[in-house]
């Protein structure tokens, strides 16, 4: 197996971490709970791992999305959004190197939604600490956090395997990384 990206590999992840950005700014849904960002995060993080296979795409479609953020300015905190979409990403791909190919495609994305979903909640607990708030308090959000975060991108993973089934059968995708186990 190569280790770079072929075309069509780049093309996938630019198209997922564009329409990321996009649908995060055209949807600006205020629903007062936090962590329904993790919801479009985690299915095009896992989409894009679905479609290309290779470990790292959730790294650069992370990253990616936080500079089509900041570029278009969507969102706050300026260049620091780049670690919003980014440290997710790496989380998961981090996580991958230790699961890819031992579970089924479903348990592989809500691992992964989980490991994205802490390392999402550990960059609120992190910020909340360097703005003095004390430990208990920090860490009770971060807990309050990464159950309603994880409750969205739990979801998200369990769609992910249905769309990669269909976009497979309709010969969207150039090869299967799907195993049914």
């Given at each position: 197996?190569?280790?770079?990206?072929?075309?069509?590999?780049?093309?996938?992840?630019?198209?997922?971490?564009?329409?990321l950005?996009?649908?995060?700014?055209?949807?600006?849904?205020?629903?007062?709970?936090?962590?329904?960002?993790?919801?479009?995060?985690?299915?095009?993080y896992?989409?894009?791992?679905?479609?290309?296979?290779?470990v790292?795409?959730?790294?650069?479609?992370?990253?990616?999305?936080?500079?089509?953020a900041m570029?278009?300015?969507?969102?706050?905190?300026?260049p620091?959004?780049?670690?919003?979409?980014?440290?997710?990403?790496?989380?998961?791909?981090?996580?991958?190197?230790?699961?890819?190919?031992?579970?089924?495609?479903?348990?592989?994305?809500?691992?992964?939604?989980?490991?994205?979903?802490?390392?999402?909640?550990?960059?609120?607990w992190?910020?909340?600490?360097?703005?003095?708030?004390?430990?208990?308090?920090?860490?009770?959000?971060?807990?309050?956090?990464?159950?309603?975060?994880?409750?969205?991108?739990?979801?998200?993973?369990?769609?992910?395997?249905?769309?990669?089934?269909?976009?497979?059968?309709?010969?969207?995708?150039?090869?299967?990384?799907?195993?049914?186990?």
């Open positions: 197996m190569k280790s770079s990206f072929e075309l069509q590999d780049a093309l996938f992840i630019g198209f997922c971490a564009t329409l950005v996009v649908l995060k700014s055209m949807l600006r849904l205020k629903l007062g709970l936090s962590g329904h960002s993790m919801f479009l995060m985690t299915f095009f896992l989409i894009c791992y679905g479609a290309v296979g290779k790292g795409c959730i790294t650069v479609c992370g990253l990616l999305a936080g500079l089509v570029l278009l300015s969507v969102g706050k905190g300026g620091l959004i780049i670690i919003k979409f980014g440290l997710p990403a790496m989380a998961m791909d981090l996580a991958l190197l230790l699961i890819a190919g031992v579970f089924s495609i479903r348990w592989q994305s809500i691992i992964l939604a989980l490991v994205g979903c802490i390392a999402w909640a550990g960059k609120g992190v910020g909340n600490l360097l703005v003095g708030m004390s430990g208990q308090v920090a860490l009770a959000k971060f807990g309050l956090n990464f159950i309603q975060g994880s409750v969205f991108a739990v979801t998200a993973a369990l769609i992910v395997p249905a769309v990669l089934k269909q976009l497979y059968a309709h010969d969207l995708l150039h090869r299967s990384h799907l195993n049914n186990k």
